[in-house]
Structure formats: structure tokens, C-alpha cells
T-cell receptor, first 114, second 114 residues
Framework: NAGVTQTPKFQVLKTGQSMTLQCAQDMNHEYMSWYRQDPGMGLRLIHYSVGAGITDQGEVPNGYNVSRSTTEDFPLRLLSAAPSQTSVYFC?????????????FGPGTRLTVT | GNSVTQMEGPVTLSEEAFLTINCTYTATGYPSLFWYVQYPGEGLQLLLKATKADDKGSNKGFEATYRKETTSFHLEKGSVQVSDSAVYFCALMTYGGSQGNLIFGKGTKLSVKP
């Protein structure tokens, strides 16, 4: 049981490049989400999904796209990277949106945009 | 809007010292409250939680009590160990449309010296 996996672990992009951060979970969780972690800012929600085919915006969605074609995968796309997107990105999942369920976090992707 | 405020770090303690990390929140309704821990180079892990007023969450010697009257959820441990060195995040989750979405404080870095 791998839990929540994220690839790549590290990535350097030039301004304007595009890329996809991968997130997968093998726990059959319905709810998945993406956060970014910046120094002194805590974690902020980018996008989330309550099930396959359903996504919604979080607190800081601009510059990011998501889709959820399967229960297992929830990729985060940067269409045109900007230096302001330099951050550590965490994917999380839980069985449901209900507050009684723990959210499980992946190990993170450290992205640098030059 | 909903928010979490936790004490600024870093906090440096000697082994076996008493730990308190303050956390206060602002929320509509009655949120659930959480403490997450992030060890160096890893993702976040749930440390403890409380879902209603006066509940006490506890795990690994850490405790926090949900105080509705002071809107607080302070984290305490009676005797810290070097292995407790990590970043600690206070978070809340509310009912309603944003249910399932965590709102985090900025994090408090704890360093424990032998």
C-alpha cells in the first residue's frame, strides 16, 4: 500500500514553460486536493476534487488547472510557469469530505521557476 | 472569513522541556480542529484532532483541548524529545460548502536540543 505518491520530487522550470505534477493514491479515496506551501504562509488550497469528474477551486487557483478522470489520479497542470509559482506542492486525499476522516499527504514536489 | 493564527517560531527547547504552541482560530459555525506535523523532508501527518468544544485530542504525548470560549486549540507536551523536532501546523475544517478543505496556520518550527 503506497498511500499518496507524487512525482517528480524536484523540478526546475523556466518562466513560460508548462508541466504537470502527478499525484496518485491507492486507497480508493474520493476526496483529493492540492496545496502549496510557501515560507511563512502555511499551506494554501489550490484545487480539490470530491470524486472522479468533479473538481473545484480553492483559495489560490490562478495559474493552475486540474482534472480528475479516475479515482486514483489527480494531476496539477501549470500552463505557463511564473516565478511566483516557486513553492512546495502537496497532494492529499481522504475517503470523503467528511470531517471525521483523516487527510493523507504525499511527500511533496519542490518546484523552482527561474 | 475562516483563519488560523499560531505562534511565530522558531521554538528551541532542551530535551525534556515543556512545550506549548499557541493556536487561535476564527470561523463561522463550529469547526473541527487539527494539529498536523511535518518532519524534515516529509509530507504532513495528522497528529491529533478535536471535533467539538471541550474535546481533547491526544497522540504521542501531545495534547490539545478545543476551547470554544477562547477560540483556541493550544498544543502541549510535557517532555519533548529530540525526535519531536519538526514543523507543527494548526488547522481547521468547517461544515458546509467548503467541508473537507483544511485551512492552515503558518506553522511553527520546533527544534529540540539534546
Amino acid at each position: 500500500n503506497a498511500g499518496v505518491t507524487q512525482t517528480p520530487k524536484f523540478q526546475v522550470l523556466k518562466t513560460g514553460q508548462s508541466m504537470t505534477l502527478q499525484c496518485a493514491q491507492d486507497m480508493n479515496h474520493e476526496y483529493m486536493s492540492w496545496y502549496r506551501q510557501d515560507p511563512g504562509m502555511g499551506l494554501r488550497l489550490i484545487h480539490y476534487s470530491v470524486g472522479a469528474g468533479i473538481t473545484d477551486q480553492g483559495e489560490v487557483p490562478n495559474g493552475y488547472n486540474v482534472s480528475r478522470s479516475t479515482t486514483e489520479d489527480f494531476p496539477l497542470r501549470l500552463l505557463s510557469a511564473a516565478p511566483s509559482q516557486t513553492s512546495v506542492y502537496f497532494c492529499a486525499s481522504s475517503p470523503d469530505r467528511d470531517i471525521s476522516y483523516e487527510q493523507y499527504f504525499g511527500p511533496g514536489t519542490r518546484l523552482t521557476v527561474t | 472569513g475562516n483563519s488560523v493564527t499560531q505562534m511565530e517560531g522558531p521554538v528551541t527547547l532542551s530535551e525534556e522541556a515543556f512545550l506549548t504552541i499557541n493556536c487561535t482560530y476564527t470561523a463561522t459555525g463550529y469547526p473541527s480542529l487539527f494539529w498536523y506535523v511535518q518532519y524534515p523532508g516529509e509530507g504532513l501527518q495528522l497528529l491529533l484532532k478535536a471535533t467539538k468544544a471541550d474535546d481533547k485530542g491526544s497522540n504521542k504525548g501531545f495534547e490539545a483541548t478545543y476551547r470554544k470560549e477562547t477560540t483556541s486549540f493550544h498544543l502541549e507536551k510535557g517532555s519533548v524529545q529530540v525526535s519531536d523536532s519538526a514543523v507543527y501546523f494548526c488547522a481547521l475544517m468547517t461544515y458546509g460548502g467548503s467541508q473537507g478543505n483544511l485551512i492552515f496556520g503558518k506553522g511553527t518550527k520546533l527544534s529540540v536540543k539534546p
